[in-house]
């Protein structure tokens, strides 16, 4: 059963928004902390924001903050990840990722891709 | 933040043989709680990664025990005591102790 599908990539031009959305199967959703992590094809991964399950915490990684904006409807199940004022180095698969053990990123999406570029 | 560094970059193991991969963190990875959020993960291409050990020694379900992670504060190893051809993937440890969660590089297993 897929667990986490993302959704809402695609080409967008340089200082334009984006908004990601993940999809959460099984209950129990508001449990969990999730997060987005992206990767840029054949290099390495960059954790973007995370947030509690409770929406009590929410951080974001230096290189997006100010830009991204990180939400969750557990109601719907639903993860976003607001980019903002998008740069062509935002560039990557952006995966979403949720916390079942602690600090354990235990189920990964299938990613989205975002590129930016004129 | 945490940086992670892992070693080797890349691993060439015949099959049968064992394979070692290191990952350090500039910093203690010991949770207020007492607990190590150390992970590994695998990820073969084209795929998402897939975790095989949590809290740096315990395998994930269906991961076979040829795969075993040790280490502790800020020092970790992923081993596998047999490589074999379904191994050829990028492993890849990640901390999730404090935020921002970190990664290291990634290490390329391939068979020599």
């Known amino acids: 059963e897929v667990q986490l599908v993302e959704s809402g990539g695609g080409l967008v031009q340089p200082g334009r928004s984006l908004k990601l959305t993940c999809a959460a199967a099984?209950?129990?959703?508001?449990?969990?902390?999730m997060h987005w992590v992206r990767q840029v094809p054949g290099k390495g991964l960059e954790w973007v924001a995370g947030?509690?399950?409770?929406?009590?915490?929410?951080d974001y990684g230096a290189s997006v903050k100010g830009r991204f904006t990180i939400s969750r409807d557990n109601t719907k199940k639903f993860l976003y990840l607001q980019m903002n004022s998008l740069r062509p180095e935002d560039t990557a698969l952006y995966y979403c990722?949720?916390?079942?053990?602690?600090?354990?990123?235990?189920?990964w999406g299938q990613g989205t891709l975002v590129t930016v570029s004129s | 933040d945490a940086v992670m560094t892992q070693s080797p970059l890349s691993l060439s193991v015949t099959l049968g043989q064992p394979a070692s991969i290191s990952c350090r963190s500039s910093?203690?990875?010991?949770?207020?709680?007492?607990?190590?959020?150390l992970n590994w993960f695998q990820q073969r291409p084209g795929q998402s990664p897939r975790r095989l050990i949590y809290?740096?020694?315990i395998r994930d379900s269906g991961v076979p025990d040829r795969f075993s992670g040790s280490g502790s504060g800020t020092a970790f190893t992923l081993k596998i005591s047999r490589v074999e051809a379904d191994d050829v993937a990028l492993y890849f440890c990640?901390?999730?102790?404090?935020?921002?969660?970190?990664f290291g590089q990634g290490t390329m297993l391939e068979i020599k």
């Open positions: 990640m901390q999730g102790t404090h935020w921002p969660y970190t």
């Open positions: 947030i509690y399950g409770n929406g009590r915490r929410i």
């Open positions: 099984g209950s129990t959703f508001e449990y969990y902390g």
């Open positions: 990722i949720k916390d079942i053990t602690p600090g354990g990123a235990d189920q």
């Open positions: 910093q203690s990875l010991v949770h207020a709680t007492g607990d190590t959020f």
């Open positions: 809290q740096v020694s």
